[in-house]
């Protein structure tokens, strides 16, 4: 009971912060599938968003700059190369501190929820265009949204990866590209928005408490590498 009352507790604080309604769920009992303590937690969330306000990356064009909001951490992805990092360290992630606390709880810090932070934004100023690599990565996320003829241009030196994704690179002798491949480094998500409305923007989501930086720029290319970090 204390494992479901947790993780019904954790849904709830979810639905909190993302603003949904937790509308309905079941427990299926399969003593011939779960033992012991396992178990599995499955969801889905369903919206309405009118047509004309649907955020696609399709107004993303030449000029535009990109702002980007921090992570919480990996945001459940990579934890393949996670495990099998910790597994060749020969760490216990329990007793092994990263900045005044267990490399554990660095690992298993919940993925941060953004839409109390850019729905704001987009009603506020209107023109705002996202693109979310938020949980996952990168170099292979933020293709999938930019217009053809286009690339991200992002600048390496204006933000610091936090300890854990450092640790993760030492400890797995990573190189940079396949950090940028696997892992968020830092990176929740990404706005693009026009020049003009970069520092509005800033101010309104650093007012709601956001850590957001301008992070690179959208230039017209027909280059192949649709991300370059540099």
């Known amino acids: ?7 019904i507790s954790g849904i709830a604080e979810g639905c909190l912060q993302s603003g949904c309604a937790l509308v309905g769920g079941e ?11 396992d178990y599995d937690v499955a969801g889905f969330c369903v919206g309405v968003v009118e047509k004309s306000e649907i955020i696609d990356g399709s107004k993303v064009t ?3 700059v990109l702002i980007a909001l921090g992570s919480s ?10 495990r099998k990092i910790v597994e060749v360290s020969g760490c216990d992630p329990l007793t092994t501190e990263l900045e005044g606390k267990p490399l554990a709880d660095h690992l298993l810090e919940p993925t941060r929820i953004y839409v109390k932070s850019h729905p704001g934004t987009d009603r ?15 170099l292979e996320n933020i293709p999938r949204v930019l217009p053809d003829n286009t690339q991200a241009v992002i600048d390496e030196s204006s933000w610091q990866w936090p300890a854990v994704f450092n640790w ?19 990176v929740g998500m990404l706005i693009a928005l ?14 709601k408490g956001e850590n957001a930086w301008k992070i ?5 290319s027909d280059a192949e590498q649709r991300v370059v970090i540099e």
Do not use: W
Not at 27 to 37: C, I, N
Not at 73 to 82: A, D, F, R
């Open 216 to 220: 690179g720029i959208i230039k017209a």
């Open 73 to 82: 951490g990996p945001h459940s992805n990579g934890y393949s190369l996670v």
């Open 1 to 7: 009971m204390d494992t479901a009352a947790s993780v």
């Open 62 to 64: 030449d000029g535009d």
């Open 168 to 186: 993760l690179q030492d400890a797995g002798n990573v190189s940079d590209h396949e950090m940028y491949r696997t892992f968020n480094c830092g």
């Open 27 to 37: 427990t299926a009992e399969m003593p011939g599938m779960y033992h012991g303590e």
């Open 124 to 138: 506020e100023r209107g023109r705002s265009r996202y693109r979310p690599p938020d949980r996952r990565r990168l």
């Open 194 to 207: 026009p020049a003009s409305e970069v520092d509005n923007a800033l101010a309104l989501l650093q007012a």
